[in-house]
């Protein structure tokens, strides 16, 4: 892929690897770091941050938005989808996120968070995208917006370093590494079934329900 050495196939694999929490695979990379240094990023200073790289960026790994669903089902499926995405939408409402730069801590609208960025996350932050604790103590996250009821999960650098877009901190602080960000976040996941025309109810499609019945 452009300017970066791996392939579409491989970026995919490194989606898989997050998602599915494989931590085997992701200790094969080299761990969290390796995974960054893949990612051309570092631990500690970020990315440069500079506006062209940014742009690469989001040519290469897209923006950290999600496109609203088209108007092409019949009126009835369409107003629950389009409620389903305007309660999740508003859920990531125009937040800003601490996170370093060129080795400067800056805050930034979620909607700029770009693949590479390393966030701090502190109690009360919503997780921004997907991405992988390089850093922290004590951390906890509530994954109730991903699964649609309450489940604190500890995360650490050694048994489960996998965070997710949606979840909220709800203990510790930490530093992450953001490794994909939109539609190929777990979130986007969600915000891309409601958009496809189908009638099925699907395990995932249940989950839509039921998350969007618990968002106030």
Not at 68 to 87: G, I, T
Request: charged residues 25%; proline residues 3%; glycine residues 8%.
């Amino acid at each position: 892929m452009d300017q970066f050495n791996f392939s579409y196939d491989q970026l995919k694999s490194f989606i898989e690897i997050v998602k599915r929490k494989n931590l085997d695979r992701l200790n094969q990379l080299g761990g969290v770091k390796g995974l960054a240094m893949t990612l051309q990023t570092h631990v500690e200073h970020g990315i440069h941050g500079d506006t062209q790289e940014i742009l690469r960026r989001q040519t290469v790994f897209g923006a950290n938005t999600y496109k609203k669903p088209p108007a092409k089902v019949s009126a009835v499926s369409n107003y629950r989808q389009s409620k389903q995405f305007n309660k999740l939408s508003n859920a990531n409402n125009n937040i800003p996120v601490d996170v370093v730069r060129y080795g400067r801590r800056q805050k930034i609208s979620i909607f700029d968070i770009v693949v590479g960025d390393i966030v701090y996350l502190s109690i009360g932050d919503q997780i921004p995208a997907d991405g992988l604790f390089s850093d922290g103590q004590s951390l906890q996250v509530d994954e109730s917006r991903m699964i649609g009821e309450s489940e604190h999960v500890e995360v650490d650098g050694s048994k489960n370093p996998f965070l997710f877009s949606g979840a909220k901190v709800v203990d510790g602080y930490a530093h992450m590494v953001v490794t994909f960000v939109g539609k190929n976040t777990s979130w986007g996941e969600m915000m891309s079934s409601i958009s496809r025309d189908n009638n099925e109810r699907t395990p995932l499609q249940a989950r839509l329900d039921k998350l969007t019945s618990s968002i106030d």
